[in-house]
């Protein structure tokens, strides 16, 4: 007779969903949502942003908003969208940039009709600010149901 072994129950993980969130150049709504949805998901959720003709830095009036409100954007460097960037993400979500998009088929594409902050008044940002910030609370909580989000960087 031989003893019975048992192998330790093992955690069923559920996979990180990527988002890319895809402007024109990369510097502004794109940024906005990519720092916002990493800010409230604490990593239950990775955003990248990405776009279609990437500009050489992000919009200046941006990241002083978005630091404003306690948001680093230290680390916001405007990059190129790809195919593969595409590829290995859930939803791809587009801000301006329609058309130009590279299409992959199984990848959920969501149109969020934002202003562009570029060039724009700290009012203006701030009320672009303020819409993304509502789009993508309402995306986490659709991407990940059981989220406890936390309190609004605009409260």
Wanted: include cysteine.
């Amino acid at each position: 007779m031989t003893a019975a072994t048992s192998t330790p129950a093992t955690e069923t993980t559920t996979p990180v969903p990527q988002v890319v969130f895809a402007c024109i150049r990369n510097g502004g709504r794109s940024v906005i949502s990519r720092v916002l949805t990493e800010h409230y998901a604490g990593g239950r959720v990775l955003a990248l942003s990405a776009g279609t003709q990437p500009g050489e830095h992000i919009h200046p009036e941006v990241a002083d908003a978005l630091e404003e409100l306690g948001l680093d954007t230290s680390a916001e460097t405007p990059t190129k969208l790809t195919r593969e960037t595409i590829q290995t993400s859930v939803m791809a979500i587009t801000l301006g940039c329609g058309e130009e998009c590279p299409y992959v088929p199984g990848v959920t594409y969501v149109d969020w009709p934002v202003s562009d902050p570029g060039g724009q008044d700290d009012e203006t940002v701030r009320g672009i600010i303020a819409d993304i910030d509502g789009r993508v609370r309402a995306l986490l909580v659709e991407l990940v149901p059981d989220i406890e989000l936390p309190p609004s960087v605009l409260d």
